[in-house]
């Protein structure tokens, strides 16, 4: 079984949309990740979100926002979008470590998005 | 300009041959280094993490180097095969703030191996 599952693995949609990206993993982990990888191949973080902080990338557009039901899953909701939304999405999650900084991050397989 | 850079940008080599990645950093407080693996559709795989202490980590054919001074690592494919055929992102944990940190990842290396 897949440890981070991300559906859908492809999204078309028209400009001014709003979409949803589902995420779920069954690894117990209690942080979850949402990144975006663009055209140039940069992984950027979004945001990082556990049972007690939401982390923001300040540089996100507050048209993106996570969702999480439970400790497993964490959706991504993109309102109004824009032709430069267009990229892969990534999922991960990790599980937080006494030596912050050291988790090692598993990923979904990613969601490509594009915006027409 | 990023502050993660990875040499070469692309590379092809035959199977059963070795290669070195490259991975040369600015950022700081260094808190980590890792290298990834990202097969083509695929999510990035852990391969290795290591602290500034660590001048070396293996993980089956794959060897990781740090020089922790001179800011730079290396990723060695020892025997490559087919199935190494994928991208190799370094990334770099950064100290942000008390108990948090911040990932600045590479580019990626584009590796091809060819029967």
């Known amino acids: 079984d897949t440890a981070v599952s991300q559906t859908p693995k492809y999204l078309v949609t028209q400009m001014g949309n709003d979409k949803s990206i589902k995420c779920e993993q069954n690894?117990?982990?209690?942080?979850m990740y949402w990144y975006k990888q663009d055209s140039k191949k940069f992984l950027k973080i979004m945001f990082s979100?556990?049972?007690?902080?939401?982390?923001i990338n300040e540089t996100v557009p507050n048209r993106f926002s996570p969702k999480s039901p439970d400790k497993a899953h964490l959706n991504l909701h993109i309102n109004s979008l824009e032709l430069g939304d267009s990229a892969v999405y990534f999922c991960a999650s990790s599980q937080s470590r006494r030596e912050a900084g050291r988790e090692k991050l598993f990923f979904g397989s990613g969601t490509q998005l594009s915006v027409l | 300009k990023n502050q993660v850079e990875q040499s070469p940008q692309s590379l092809i080599i035959l199977e059963g041959k070795n290669c070195t990645l490259q991975?040369?950093?600015?950022?700081?407080?260094?808190?980590?280094l890792r290298w990834y693996k990202q097969d083509t559709g695929r999510g990035p795989v852990s391969l290795t993490i290591?602290?500034?202490?660590?001048n070396t980590k293996s993980n089956g054919r794959y060897t990781a180097t740090l020089d922790a001074d001179t800011k730079q690592s290396s990723l060695h494919i020892t025997a490559s095969q087919l199935s190494d055929s994928a991208s190799y992102i370094c990334v770099v944990s950064v100290i942000s703030g008390a108990g948090s940190y911040q990932l600045t990842f590479g580019k990626g290396t584009k590796l091809s191996v060819i029967p």
């Open positions: 690894l117990g982990h209690d942080t």
């Open positions: 991975c040369n950093y600015t950022v700081s407080p260094f808190s980590n």
């Open positions: 979100y556990n049972n007690k902080e939401l982390i």
């Open positions: 290591m602290t500034f202490s660590e």
